[in-house]
Nanobody
């Protein structure tokens, strides 16, 4: 079993920054691909970024150059630094773990999910 707990969300003005954290339990963390997804009201959950067990990172086009995903295996934690935030980034952000395989942008490809943290960007 893997439990994921997100933190770091909040209200920020456009152009501002936030740092999200996802603390994971379980010894399988270091071998898991870790992803961040988001879901805005009335919209489907969408992939934002992923970091593989080897440290490779991939980003959805709209966040490239603004978001940075990283991981600290010693702390069982994955982070996402978000800068130059826009109102359209407003959503609940979810952390997810994929235990087997490289990475995927499809939500059903992930085995465990956190409960999410709200990010609101005001204009």
């Amino acid at each position: 079993q893997v439990q994921l707990v997100e933190s770091g969300g909040g209200l920020v003005q456009a152009g501002g920054s936030l740092r999200l954290s996802c603390a994971a339990s379980g010894r399988t963390f270091s071998s898991a691909a870790m992803g961040w997804f988001r879901q805005a009201p009335g919209k489907q959950r969408e992939w934002v970024a992923v970091i593989t067990s080897g440290g490779s990172t991939f980003y959805e086009d709209s966040v490239k150059g603004r978001f940075t995903i990283s991981r600290d295996n010693a702390k069982n934690t994955v982070y996402m630094e978000m800068s130059s935030l826009k109102p359209e980034d407003t959503a609940v952000y979810y952390c997810a773990a994929r235990l087997i395989g490289t990475f995927t942008t499809t939500p059903r490809g992930y085995d465990y999910w956190g409960l999410g943290t709200q990010v609101t960007v005001s204009s």
